[in-house]
């Protein structure tokens, strides 16, 4: 009781920012359509949950299997396998707030703590990203953390603290193998470090947790070996990154095309406010030699420089694992611009509020209408084409697979999709988890085998309208789910549900 008289203050804004979190993520959870790589991770957690022996199948596309395996258990408490695989990345994001939270209060103060979990709690970045089901939120989660205890060792030299580093290390790169960064660059967090007289060994002590603590993570990435295509995460390696050898005498490319891309999306997924919040408190950490916020800011730069150098392609979510950290920054700079503020008459509670307005008003307007009118306005135009507009975006497959189900009630049901692998059929796939309905991948077209299952099935094609417009012949349409217009072309796709009828 002593603890919550001392602290109530803490507790209600802490208790505040929690009920605000979950305020801008749970609410119309599946509003957003399913993206393709949300249906391929989902898809693949059902698969492992119903065939144990297939818990390695992410290998096969050289992924690592961490997140769909911690999926597995929402699958029991949510009936809804999107809203189980997002409600994951919503956790996920929660334990990245509290990394924030605590990692800040650690490298500057209590009060640019609670700055900084607000500006992450209401950051168009974290908001769209912690609603998804992609691996992105969880790598964060991690990295967060990573900091936080890399910083923490290098201050107590303690072996618990080395281990618990290495679970996280190895949890990461479980998660997705681009975090081996975080086990490349760990030795920046000596920047933390202070030579005590009486420890002479002191840097030897720190080699060697270090030492532990690699040991322990790529132990645990080596647990993957198990699997019968580990080669895979190397080999596939090759389709998202530029060898060195690849951008020998075009150093600059694909950097300065990858930094127009940056120049797009901060100021739109951060927005402008908390990007000034950004720099100030950057420039104010630098100013004040503080040097573990020196390491936070590596440790947010490094992978962002390393993604634009060699990534062929680069997406606004292969950046989240950054954010975390920047943000740490822009709470640190609401708290030096407060202290900056004298205006007479002016309360230090209304500075607050007044700060409050200024710098959430955007990023709030963009979750606003994340949740009630999606797409939002402000969004950057790759991702809105992404996850709102082209093929890859999956709208009424819930629908869809429930009609299906009903008419499986009439006979077997056969049904044909446009693509093999991702959005389609897997988005569709997992509705009809264990529903004992066929389901044939083909292109765009409806295939030979398609039409010759109308003689003994009910047979029926789920695609891409502007896809099929051409071929749609002996075709009755059932159901079509409109996306958003192209902002490029003008024109307007939708998912389409085709009953296939016998050629005339």
């Known amino acids: 009781m002593n603890f919550v008289r ?25 509003v957003q359509p399913i993206f393709a790589d949300e249906a391929i991770y989902i898809r693949w957690a059902q698969v492992i949950r119903s065939e144990p022996t297939l818990r390695f199948l992410p290998l096969s596309d050289g992924k690592t299997p961490l997140f769909m395996w911690v999926m597995i258990p929402f699958f029991k408490i949510i009936s809804d396998p999107l809203a189980a695989g997002r409600f994951l990345s919503v956790i996920s994001g929660f334990f990245t707030l509290l990394g924030v939270f605590f990692l800040t209060q650690k490298v500057f103060s209590k009060q640019a703590a609670f700055w900084a979990s607000l500006i992450y709690i209401t950051s168009p970045f974290t908001v769209f990203f912690d609603r998804m089901a992609l691996v992105d939120s969880l790598q964060s989660a991690f990295t967060v953390w990573i900091i936080y205890i890399a910083i923490l060792l290098v ?3 303690r072996l618990d603290l ?3 580093l290495g679970y996280l290390l190895g949890g990461a790169v479980l998660t997705k193998t681009p975090a081996i960064v975080s086990i490349l660059i760990l030795p920046i967090s000596i920047l933390g470090f202070k030579k ?43 389709d998202y990154v530029f060898s060195p050898l690849e951008l020998a005498g075009r150093p600059l490319d694909p950097f300065i095309p990858h930094f127009h891309d940056i120049s797009d999306w901060f ?25 573990e916020g020196w390491v936070v800011a590596l440790w947010a730069l490094i992978p962002i420089l390393l993604s634009m150098a060699f990534l062929k392609t680069f997406t606004a979510r292969y950046l989240l694992t950054s954010v975390a950290p920047l943000l740490v920054f822009a709470g640190f700079g609401a708290q030096k611009l407060l202290q900056l503020i004298k205006i007479k008459q002016v309360s230090q509670k209304l500075k607050y509020l007044m700060l409050i307005l200024v710098v959430m008003f955007l990023p709030l307007r963009f979750d606003y209408q994340l949740i009630k009118n999606s797409p939002p306005s402000d969004l950057p135009k790759e991702e809105k084409k992404g996850y709102f507009e082209d093929w890859t975006a999956g709208y009424g497959l819930k629908e869809i697979a429930q009609y299906l189900i009903d008419q ?11 693509g093999y692998f991702g959005t389609l059929p897997d988005g569709l796939y997992i ?28 047979t029926f094609f789920v695609g891409n309208k502007i896809d099929l417009v051409k071929g749609a012949k002996d075709l009755k349409l059932i159901m079509e789910f409109p996306k958003v217009r192209s902002s490029e072309t003008g024109l307007q796709d939708a998912t389409v549900l ?4 016998p050629e005339r």
């Open 162 to 164: 080395a281990m618990i």
């Open 431 to 458: 509705y009809l988890d264990k529903s004992q309905i066929s389901v044939v991948g083909s292109s765009a077209t409806i295939s030979g085998k398609l039409r010759d299952s109308v003689k003994d099935h009910q």
């Open 267 to 291: 100021p739109r997924f951060f927005t402008w406010p908390i990007l000034i919040l950004i720099a100030f408190g950057t420039v104010k950490m630098i100013g004040e030699g503080n040097r």
């Open 196 to 238: 005590i007289e009486t420890d002479k060994y002191r840097l030897i002590k720190l080699i060697l947790l270090w030492i532990v603590a690699i040991i322990i993570a790529l132990g645990m990435y080596n647990l993957l070996r198990l699997g019968p295509n580990f080669h895979l995460l190397s080999s596939r390696n090759a």
């Open 6 to 30: 001392n602290y109530k203050i803490e507790i209600v804004i802490l208790l505040g920012l929690i009920v605000s979190y979950f305020t801008l993520r749970l609410p119309n959870l599946t």
């Open 155 to 157: 201050r107590k030299m």
């Open 408 to 418: 499986k009630n009439s006979g077997p049901v056969v049904v044909g999709t446009e």
């Open 498 to 501: 085709y009953e296939v009828l």
